[in-house]
């Protein structure tokens, strides 16, 4: 799939063309044939094309108070495009639809910027999007990629190992920080403020074999639960063993949420053959953190009973 290469269309004019402009402006090269209804893209034949979407809202996802507007800006690039690493893949083409409220309007330039430097990092181009008013601020990002080998959640295996990327909870205990009026340490803030997705340890793991993986977004035990349905799998998981960061107790990291590490099912075999070799591949810890049991009720989701994810639904104090 490769962009048909045309200038900018031209725009009417008018405050939400206006916006357009500046936007584009603000991205630059990253933006390009913007300006129809849809962007045209062309086929390859290099790899499976993977497309997903996600959305970041305000009082959902994040609170004002508690990060920069371009910090608002990579975490909402980071939560869409970390949906393409989990599944093997990287980002090609992006499009993000904004609601913007009055109070936002001066502040779209530094969200605006980062998403930029996440897209940018990523080797991905700005196709299109929207703008609309509206009284919630909400970012809603398309992603389209392309992966060598395709890895979905529904494909683990009786007796395949479970294993984590990186260390978990920062963005959990950060969240608990604010909520009691306190400040996060340095390393649970970042890891909440400015994560990143792990598009070399998604390749890795799919080029190594895994059967099934998931980005982190809802909690390890949220998680765990979602791919053990998908697969019609008990995931066993030994809460000992999760990686979790410095001074996070346990149950904060088999809970916190929007982590964007990865969850991985792999034969042992193939899981020896990549650890041997890991080091070249991440700097970042991959951890056996359990089994996968006997197939069993796709209702059943997995062994992770001390916590229940992170919840879209609930109030950001309760939800993380």
């Not at 990253?30 to 499976?48: E, F, K, R």
């Not at 004002?64 to 980002?91: F, Y």
Request: with cysteine.
């Amino acid at each position: 799939m490769s962009l048909e290469p045309r200038p900018h269309q031209a725009m009417r004019d008018g405050a939400e063309f206006d916006t357009i402009r500046a936007l584009m402006a603000r991205w630059g090269d990253l933006a390009v044939d913007i300006g129809d209804d849809a962007a045209v893209l062309a086929p390859s034949a290099d790899g499976t094309r993977v497309v997903s979407v996600d959305a970041c809202v305000e009082e959902v996802h994040f609170r004002r108070a508690w990060i920069s507007a371009r910090e608002v800006g990579v975490r909402a690039a980071v939560a869409a495009l970390s949906d393409l690493a989990a599944m093997g893949a990287r980002a090609e083409y992006v499009l993000i639809a904004f609601v913007i409220p009055e109070a936002w309007r001066e502040q779209l330039s530094d969200v605006a910027d980062g998403m930029g430097a996440v897209i940018r990092e990523a080797g991905a181009r700005i196709v299109g999007g929207n703008l609309s008013r509206g009284a919630v601020f909400s970012i809603t990002t398309t992603v389209i990629g392309r992966a060598r080998r395709v890895v979905s959640r529904s494909g683990a295996r009786e007796g395949d190992l479970v294993v984590v990327t990186g260390l978990l909870g920062g963005p959990g205990a950060a969240i608990q920080a604010w909520n009691a009026g306190e400040t996060p340490t340095v390393w649970s803030r970042g890891r909440f403020a400015a994560p990143a997705p792990r598009w070399a340890e998604g390749e890795a793991l799919a080029a190594a074999g895994a059967t099934a993986m998931i980005d982190l977004s809802d909690g390890l035990s949220g998680d765990a639960r979602h791919l053990a349905a998908a697969s019609g799998v008990r995931l066993q998981l030994d809460a000992a063993r999760v990686p979790a960061g410095p001074g996070i107790a346990p149950e904060v990291a088999m809970q916190s949420g929007e982590e964007y590490e990865l969850l991985a099912c792999l034969p042992a075999s193939a899981y020896e053959a990549l650890q041997s070799r890991w080091e070249t591949c991440s700097a970042r810890p991959l951890t056996v953190v359990g089994v996968v049991g006997a197939a069993h009720d796709a209702a059943a989701s997995a062994d992770a009973e001390s916590g229940r994810g992170f919840d879209h639904f609930a109030s950001p104090k309760s939800a993380r």
